[in-house]
């Protein structure tokens, strides 16, 4: 796609988003983010030196109006979702279909057809994530198997933030892919990382204490805590660097249209790091590399074994299709995320 072309952001704040406007700007391309209330202030502090962006307001995706900030946009690129746990799980689940439906239709009313969609590996899987210890091999054409009802009503889910995200992307998702079924003028692409760490976009990160961290709060657990806890519960080790995960959503927007009659689905696309960031191995590499961490890292003693035998991710065809051939490895994605949660937290105090 060409560079001068203007390219709808929304979630354009959040950690993911943010990345994604800044490596836009960097290639040359307008870009117009949405957010709302203080998050336009920060965006517009971080990015609004560069003449290429501007913002518009959007107070829900589930429900606003994109007449405005689809004007003269050639591509959409799909961020907004809500964050495990600051919803019940019905307003989570509702607001994530809502929402993405809602792109999706008001972009097409707009004669938009090229829209980015950012989902989550775990979208792959059940809600539970148990296919992670089952040593299988995860591809593209796996899909969790659930139901609102079982998200709303089976206790072992809905006690748990993640394992309802989880199940909540997962909908959402096909939600997406059932829109672009039946109208096949859609040009749909799906960016699916597991979880994704990394500093946030200078500037752009507001947050007061721990919860508002994100994914990055898995990696926070491990140096925060008295000295010898025993380690997390040991969640999938997948991860993509922040970069990476941005990265794919830019080269998508270049891919082509499947060919009439193709499955859509083939522009779904997993991307993830190389290798695994497991707990135990985090907390070698943390005592080795930050010696001076040692104190506010867990126990190695008594480590849990793991589950199970661990799954691989497939990535073909994020390399092949995407181009999106290197990423950043697992030690340089843990140090990197590490050392910026330790300046996060000098301003909490």
């Avoid at 072309?5 to 870009?31: C, D, M, N, P, W």
């Avoid at 689940?93 to 950012?118: E, F, H, M, P, R």
């Avoid at 997390?232 to 009439?260: E, F, G, N, T």
Wanted: charged fraction near 20%.
């Amino acid at each position: 796609m060409s560079n001068s072309k203007l390219i709808l952001v929304t979630g354009a704040s959040g950690f993911i988003g943010a990345h994604v406007v800044a490596q836009l700007l960097e290639a040359g391309y307008r870009v117009r983010g949405t957010a709302r209330g203080a998050k336009l202030d920060l965006l517009k502090a971080t990015f609004g030196s560069n003449a290429n962006f501007e913002v518009a307001p959007i107070d829900d995706v589930a429900s606003g109006d994109f007449t405005a900030a689809l004007q003269g946009v050639d591509a959409v690129i799909h961020l907004a979702s809500p964050l495990a746990g600051r919803q019940s799980a019905e307003d989570g689940l509702n607001s994530a279909i809502q929402g993405t439906l809602n792109v999706l239709q008001q972009a097409l009313k707009a004669g938009i057809t090229k829209v980015v969609y950012t989902s989550s590996w775990a979208t792959t899987v059940d809600p539970e994530l148990k296919a992670t210890w089952t040593g299988v091999m995860i591809t593209e054409k796996d899909w969790g198997k659930t139901s609102k009802e079982e998200l709303l009503n089976n206790p072992k889910i809905v006690e748990n933030p993640i394992f309802v995200y989880c199940g909540t992307k997962t909908l959402a998702e096909r939600a997406a892919w059932d829109f672009a079924k039946e109208h096949p003028e859609l040009d749909l692409a799906s960016i699916n990382p597991p979880f994704v760490y990394g500093p946030p976009v200078p500037g752009i990160y507001s947050g007061t204490d721990y919860t508002s961290l994100g994914t990055n709060l898995l990696l926070y657990q491990l140096i925060a805590g008295a000295s010898g806890r025993p380690l997390p519960v040991q969640l999938p080790p997948y991860y993509c660097h922040v970069r990476d995960a941005a990265r794919a959503h830019i080269l998508a927007l270049d891919v082509p249209k499947v060919a009439v009659g193709a499955d859509v689905e083939q522009k779904r696309f997993i991307v993830a790091g190389p290798g695994e960031i497991l707990n135990e191995w985090a907390v070698e590499t943390l005592l080795a590399k930050r010696p001076a961490l040692k104190d506010r890292l867990p126990t190695l003693e008594g480590a849990p074994e793991l589950p199970g035998k661990l799954s691989t991710v497939d990535t073909a065809r994020a390399r092949e299709v995407l181009g999106l051939k290197e990423y950043k490895g697992a030690e340089e994605t843990l140090l990197e995320t590490v050392d910026a949660l330790l300046e996060i937290e000098k301003a909490w105090q």
